[in-house]
């Protein structure tokens, strides 16, 4: 069985880091793209970054531009989430997941949380002011 798991979040004041990881077990056949996906209390969650498996394409979304970078170590089956110069509106619980890459299809088109069917379970991630 196919399974995220994250981790890596944590409490860090404005301005600060955090990477978070999302380890991959199980197998997968085919091009795949991984997901970073966000969510706080009474709203819907959202996309924050994607990476597709043949390509290395990514797309950011422009919440997170310039601060946020996406990368995948295939041995270690493991996507990361850096994120730097971490403001207070990025709190939130942050999951990844994982679906077919659509070959020929820019991440911008999926790169959104109905695309995605595999699901880690989520860590949380504050940032204090």
Not at 55 to 74: P, W
Request: one cysteine or more.
């Amino acid at each position: 069985q196919y399974q995220l798991v994250e981790s890596g979040g944590g409490l860090v004041h404005s301005g600060g880091s955090l990477r978070l990881s999302c380890a991959a077990s199980g197998f997968t056949s085919g091009p795949y793209a991984i997901g970073w996906f966000r969510q706080t209390p009474g709203n819907e969650r959202e996309a924050v970054s994607c990476i597709a498996s043949s390509t290395g394409s990514t797309y950011y979304a422009d919440s997170v531009k310039g601060r946020f970078t996406i990368s995948r170590d295939n041995a270690k089956n493991t996507v990361y989430l850096q994120m730097n110069s971490l403001k207070p509106e990025d709190t939130a619980v942050y999951y990844c997941a994982e679906d077919e890459e659509y070959l020929g299809y820019s991440l911008d088109y999926y790169c959104v949380p109905s695309q995605f069917r595999v699901w880690g379970q989520g860590t949380q991630v504050t940032v204090s002011s």
